[in-house]
């Protein structure tokens, strides 16, 4: 099934999708929420990130062997974790905003998993327990800031820099889906999750071992090679196979 999360009025609702319609939702999805209200014509909805503001988004790096190399970065020998701040998050549907403080701001595709339930020090057989479903995410990167700074939060949470949506998808085997990243009609990255140098299952692990997962919490697992720069007035997509397409603009600040 595919659940997202729309604008009704000015409140926040979720919902589920069937077809062209959407039955809104009491609840998250994740929180056993139950139809609530007469179903609304999709397209005619105003999206907000599938995953609710005030969560963790927590991002896998240097997941996959061919995009460290295209880097020139080592392979890491454990998961290298590193967090957005909420703020990051944008719809599908919204603006990408280029900061004036970078001059090179990167796309990343990547496969997303939404935490269903809390967790805390979990093994990998909990995994099916634990995420609740998936949804595709950019990881937009100043990638001079990234450089010149050391530390990642400015480069990877400048507003707007975690597009993610439009739905959470469940029941779906994520260990081998076609990843693909499209700029202004033209593929730039296609990778496959099986790719993946830690699997989706010991990337959850690891990370509980660290810090609690809870509910609504977005996982990003890496990223395939073919990363570059974004310009203003470019369209950037995202298509994980099986899912609708993630769609958004590009603009400059001003």
């Known amino acids: 099934m595919n659940f997202l999360r729309f604008d009704d009025g000015g409140v926040p609702r979720y919902g589920r999708l069937d077809g062209e319609m959407v039955a809104p939702l009491e609840a998250a999805p994740w929180e056993g929420g139950e139809e609530a209200g007469r179903p609304l014509p999709y397209a005619g909805l105003t ?28 392979v890491p020998a454990e998961p290298l974790v590193f967090l957005k701040p909420s703020t990051s998050l944008l719809a599908h549907g919204g603006t990408v905003v280029l900061p004036p403080e970078s001059e090179r701001v990167d796309f990343e595709g990547e496969l997303a998993l939404v935490i269903g339930r809390r967790a805390r020090r979990v093994g990998r057989e909990a995994f099916a327990d634990v995420v609740f479903g998936i949804t595709p995410a950019l990881d937009i990167s100043a990638r001079d800031l ?109």
């Not at 988004?57 to 062997?65: A, T």
């Open 47 to 74: 999206l907000l990130p599938p995953v609710p503001p005030g969560g963790k988004v927590l991002c896998i790096g240097r997941n996959y062997l061919a995009h460290a190399k295209e880097l020139g970065n080592e």
């Open 146 to 254: 990234q450089k010149k700074d050391g530390q990642w939060w400015r480069a990877k949470g400048f507003d707007t820099f975690c597009p993610c949506g439009p739905v959470v998808a469940t029941g779906v085997d994520a260990s081998d889906l076609g990843l693909r990243t499209i700029l202004d009609g033209a593929v730039k990255q296609d990778g496959r999750t099986s790719r993946m140098i830690f699997d989706l299952p010991a990337l959850v692990s690891w990370v509980s071992q660290a810090m609690t997962l809870e509910p609504g919490d977005l996982l990003l697992t890496g990223t395939p090679e073919g990363v570059g720069p974004l310009a203003p007035g470019q369209i950037l997509e995202l298509e994980i196979e099986g899912l609708p397409r993630l769609s958004v603009r590009v603009e400059k600040e001003v």
